[in-house]
């Protein structure tokens, strides 16, 4: 009897003890000692100092796979304070995904053995790329972009399975390590915006796809296998031209009469030479003069696009463009300025990867014109997006009522669609008019493009429907509206937003204008930002909606682009020429962050006559700060920080430029926008009433 009871008292230990944890001791202490380190941040809910049960009690971010921890997924969630020390006790985690927080200290030593996937972008590491990462052989993709490494070993002979490395965008300096030549699965290599010398020799015979190293100081020949990666992007760096074939001299280098003693001068050679050479140029020209004639209508179409050489600049020109050094200087009471440049912030996610290659349109040139080709069947199974009938999208709109209706913008109206599993979706229907030849394979480009976007700030597709000549597109449900509604609309159940919330909003927009900008290949202009496409989810978190239908919006269509200008929105050269870059999503974003921050309409026709345009009136006194603290949003009743304000000013005095060229990138938006957060301490030091002055002195000496 006592063995039975003996027996039935360690098997009830036993079923206790699985009840208290259904996790892995190892990985529970792990993620036990990071919370500590981290600070126990309240955003990592469920998460416990000691003890706990993340695989039973859902920890945030936290995936199992039975009782092992195999993913932490904790992207955008303002984590401050280092990786630690304790990572390497977490041995079943495969993807560790900590983008778009503010980590700062190197990258430890200590990080999951077996992982596959690591993304640490969009923080403040520091120092060495660590060797630690070149044991980890199971190593797929690795994105420690936006940071503000220095150093880097060579050290990657072992990671044989890499397909994607990201290291763009900090201040790596020095040749390319030559293991990269060992790297033997790689497809996509980003290097721009970092400090790299020396050739790209280590690169020759990758697999690459995609190849990035814009705006580094490479120097010498490219080598030719390169030159035939489809989406290579290579500009800002001090590329060699290589001598062709017979140039050299028999000597290896280029033809100096000087340089080998000789006199200086044409010889017989050189007379017969140039003589060849007019007879050729005079073959050329009557070759040209023919096929003039023979194809007149060829020509016109050609000369028009010379007419408009803005509309040819690619994405990679515009972002070329240099900016005057003090474009993005911050108030003389910023920190003493360091030599270090200053590092961009990202907007990636675990999904944040360019997207393919869209091989039948490209959104940068959307203003060319139009040519009769013939269309090209897209293949749809690439498109990430359900497939709905008419049937379904009118039982759960309620036959597109006007009780369902929620908004009216340039391309239909968008209804709320309740479907039988509780599920909410937006449904937006597509004007047929706004395709440019009315035709379904016009659409589905539009779907198949927009399906490429995976953004956590940009407004998910989620399915579309193309019958019986309907078009429609259908998105994420955000709750609590748009920007637009939640500052300009008075509605009982909404509180004001306040300077963190809108500082917040502002980030995440640019974020995904970002992503659109700089990260998307070929880049996607946006074309329509406004408040009203700035949607607002349960925790103020703004998704951007209308990404990818660009292409409805051409831009000769001067109806809309005047339409846009009206709107108070529009950059000064869309308004004259009605043609869009990435430059005027830029400008329309300043306008965008001055509603945040005045609450008041980008055109207000109620209001006196100088102050109906919001930028005109408000520009001249963007680096006032007495004049600041009279045009903030009297809905914030004085709760802000006074040189958070004095920054977040300086953010929009740069955007909304009248030359497009002084605007910044996003990607220097955003960064700009990083630090007005990390150095703000929002949530400690705020204004108000009677303390006002003591508060400016306070951020006067900071």
Not at 544 to 550: R, Y
């Amino acid at each position: 009897m006592w063995k039975f009871l003996a027996l039935f008292s360690y098997t009830l230990l036993c079923n206790l003890a699985s009840v208290r944890s259904d996790t892995d001791q190892s990985d529970v202490s792990a993620l036990n000692t990071w919370y500590n380190i981290l600070g126990s941040p309240s955003q990592l809910t469920g998460w416990s100092l000691s003890e706990g049960d993340p695989c039973g009690q859902s920890w945030t971010g936290v995936t199992c796979s039975g009782s092992a921890v195999t993913e932490i997924k904790l992207s955008g969630l303002g984590l401050s304070g280092s990786l630690g020390y304790s990572l390497d006790g977490l041995k079943s985690v495969i993807n560790l995904d900590l983008n778009n927080n503010n980590l700062t200290g190197q990258i430890p030593y200590q990080l999951p053995p077996n992982c596959q996937q690591i993304n640490l972008a969009g923080n403040s590491l520091t120092g060495d790329f660590q060797y630690s990462i070149s044991l980890m052989t199971n190593l797929t993709y690795i994105n420690l972009s936006h940071n503000q490494l220095q150093n880097m070993g060579d050290f990657f002979g072992k990671l044989t399975k890499l397909t994607e490395l990201d290291l763009s965008f900090n201040n790596l300096s020095g040749n390319l390590p030559s293991t990269f030549s060992s790297l033997s699965s790689l497809t996509t290599l980003y290097l721009q915006n970092n400090q790299f010398t020396g050739s790209l020799d280590a690169l020759t015979y990758l697999p690459l796809l995609n190849l990035n190293v814009a705006n580094n100081h490479f120097s010498g020949a490219i080598p030719p296998q390169l030159l035939t990666i489809k989406n290579f992007q290579r500009d800002g760096n001090s590329w060699g031209i290589s001598s062709p074939p017979g140039t050299d001299g028999g000597n290896g280098g280029p033809t100096s009469g000087d340089a080998r003693g000789k006199k200086s001068g044409l010889s017989g050679g050189g007379v017969a030479g140039i003589v060849i050479a007019f007879l050729v140029f005079g073959t050329v020209v009557a070759c040209f003069i023919l096929r003039r004639r023979r194809s007149k209508s060829t020509f016109d179409e050609e000369k028009l696009n010379e007419d408009h050489p803005f509309s040819l600049l690619g994405s990679n020109e515009i972002r070329g463009n240099q900016i005057h050094a003090s474009a993005l200087e911050m108030k003389s009471t910023e920190s003493s300025a360091s030599t270090t440049p200053m590092k961009l912030e990202p907007s990636r996610s675990e999904v944040l990867k360019p997207p393919p290659i869209n091989h039948y349109k490209s959104f940068e040139n959307d203003y060319l014109p139009k040519r009769n080709v013939t269309v090209k069947r897209i293949d749809m199974t690439s498109v990430n997006a359900s497939v709905h009938s008419i049937a379904d999208l009118q039982m759960a709109t309620g036959s597109f009522s006007m009780d369902n209706l929620i908004g009216e913008g340039s391309f239909g109206c968008v209804y709320k669609a309740q479907f039988a599993d509780g599920k909410v979706f937006a449904v937006k229907k597509v004007d047929s008019s706004s395709l440019p030849n009315q035709e379904p394979d016009d659409f589905m480009e539009v779907v198949f493009s927009i399906s490429q976007l995976h953004h956590p700030n940009i407004n998910e597709l989620v399915g579309y429907c193309c019958e019986h000549s309907q078009y429609l597109l259908v998105y994420e449900f955000q709750e609590n509206g748009s920007l637009h509604d939640y500052l300009h609309l008075v509605v009982d159940y909404t509180k004001p937003l306040t300077w963190n919330a809108r500082v917040k909003i502002a980030l995440g927009t640019a974020r995904a204008l970002e992503y659109l900008h700089e990260v998307c290949s070929p880049s996607v202009i946006h074309k329509n930002l406004k408040s009203a496409n700035i949607l607002l989810d349960n925790d103020l978190n703004p998704h951007l909606s209308d990404c990818g239908l660009a292409s409805l919006v051409p831009s000769t269509n001067h109806q809309v682009s005047h339409q846009h200008s009206c709107s108070g929105y529009s950059a000064p050269e869309v308004a004259m020429s009605g043609e869009y870059t990435l430059k005027s999503d830029v400008y329309s974003f300043g306008v965008v962050m001055l509603e945040l921050m005045t609450g008041r309409m980008p055109f207000d026709s109620s209001r006196p006559r100088h102050e109906q345009s919001l930028v005109r009136w408000a520009t001249p006194q963007l680096h006032d700060i007495d004049a600041l603290t009279k045009m903030v949003d009297p809905a914030l009743k004085e709760l802000y920080p006074v040189k958070s304000l004095s920054r977040f000013a300086d953010v929009i005095a740069l955007c909304v430029q009248p030359e497009p060229e002084f605007r910044p990138p996003m990607s220097e938006v955003v960064q700009s926008l990083v630090t007005l957060v990390q150095r703000a301490n929002m949530s400690k030091r705020t204004v108000g009433g009677e303390n006002m002055s003591s508060h400016l002195d306070d951020d006067a000496e900071s």
